[in-house]
């Protein structure tokens, strides 16, 4: 089994945007994905909602993750999903504890991109692995990425957090899907929105599977903590 962990204490960077896409594109019967909102603003709880079927299927967590955690890996879950709140707290450090990998969303402005290096910070203390994922972002042009998404690029650079290659568009499906309780490909499957999330979740899947030594971790999108 294993967690990814959604944190970062900056508001509104895509934390429950991208567990809940990434959720809904995982989950199969065959290898479930459990989620775990851990937020008392509850949004992965409302999407939820809103899709109106109990798969995947949602637990709630107030202080801690590790008992629900422990419970999925019993009942056989291939993947759990953490949804963590936009801060500091023990929750945060107990799903960072107990993560496989940890994705950290930022949107490419100064205020988002430095905001990061808190997170980072956890993560290196629980010596887990990390990456940020560029979200939010103006779309390319002609194959080639925004200035903005370049200075982004540049700054974590600086403080040589690892980042993920590709980027999630500010894309108005990603928004409609979640209004309807879906993903993106559930929205529409030949979309750029969905075809994002499926690249994401590719890098996804190759970082897990060098964490877990199954695979080469060369061109991985994480960076080891030490
Ligand atoms: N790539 C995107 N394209 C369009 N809208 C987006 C995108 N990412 C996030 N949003 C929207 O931006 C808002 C904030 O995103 P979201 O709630 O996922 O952030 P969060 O990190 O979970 O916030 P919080 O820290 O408050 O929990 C939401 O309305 C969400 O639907
Ligand atoms: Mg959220």
Not at 51 to 68: D, L, Y
Not at 190 to 209: M, N, P, T
């Amino acid at each position: 089994m294993n967690v990814i962990v959604f944190a970062s204490r900056k508001g509104g960077s895509g934390k429950s945007t991208l567990a809940a896409h990434l959720a809904a594109h995982v989950h199969k019967i065959t290898k479930p994905c459990l989620m775990v909102d851990a937020d008392p603003q509850g949004s992965l709880t409302l999407w939820h909602k809103l899709r109106g079927t109990n798969e995947p299927q949602i637990k709630t967590a107030v202080n801690s993750v590790s008992g629900i955690v422990a419970a999925a890996k019993r009942d056989g879950y291939e993947w759990v999903f953490i949804d963590t709140p936009p801060n500091l707290s023990a929750v945060v450090d107990d799903a960072i504890k107990n993560a496989t990998m940890v994705v950290i969303p930022a949107r490419p402005g100064v205020f988002d991109v430095n905001a990061v290096q808190e997170t980072i910070q956890m993560c290196r203390a629980a010596r887990k692995p990390y990456a940020v994922v560029l979200n939010g972002a103006p779309a390319r042009r002609d194959e080639v990425e925004s200035r903005i998404v370049t200075i982004a690029r540049e700054a974590l650079a600086k403080f040589r957090a690892p980042v993920w290659g590709g980027q999630i568009t500010n894309r108005a499906d990603l928004l409609m899907a979640l209004g309807k309780g879906e993903g993106a490909r559930e929205y529409f499957a030949e979309g750029r929105a969905a075809a994002e999330v499926g690249r994401l979740w590719a890098a996804i899947e190759r970082s897990v599977k060098a964490i877990r030594g199954t695979a080469s971790a060369s061109g991985v999108m994480h960076k080891q903590a030490a």
